[in-house]
């Protein structure tokens, strides 16, 4: 069964940094693209990024671009994103999703339970 | 960049009932269309993909049909724990917005 457990969420001030991790199981992680996929209270979903198996592919939203990095340690099988430069509008539920593809059709079948994080002073 | 919408935002309905989400594209986008379902409080679930593929271990009675720019997807007879958002989605392209807006079905 796959299993993903994101974690590293909380309050940051704006401005801030914050590091995500995705501990995944149940499946060969370096197989597959994973993804960070976002929901803002209230609203709905929103693509953030995506890395390709060996990292060599990165795709990030327009609205984090220059600010958040997509990373992965295969042998540890863990999904990372460091969050800089923090807005308040960043404010959201955090999902690591597992890619159907190794190379990245931005088809999300497996999911975390999300990790919040909160950009306030 | 291409535009999901979908349609209605709510939708009411009782245990049993047949029901039609509606997902619009702003241009063609083939068969590349998804749907997902979120329980409140839960991570979104892929129900459909490639607009009819069910996805293993969804109940039959999920539907999903169109191509190019319009999509539905049918819940033949509704369950209670099928009362959630539902996302279209238009994947295997590296655009902004590709997500729809979510319908939320409601218990009349």
Redesign the interface.
Known sequence: EVQLLESGGGLVQPGGSLRLSCAASGFTFSDFAMNW?RQAPGK????VSLTSPNSGTT?Y???VKGRFTISRDNSKNTLYLQMNSLRADDTAVY?CAKD?TLWG??????????TPVTVSS | DIRMTQSPSTLSASVGDRVTITCRASQSIGSWLAWYQQRPGKAPKLLLYKASSLESGVPSRFSGSGSGTEFTLTISSLQPDDFATYYCHHYNTYHMYTFGQGTKLEIK
């Open positions: 996929v709905g979903l929103e693509w795709y939203a327009d609205s999902y159907r059709m931005f088809l999300f079948d497996s999911w975390g339970q999300g």
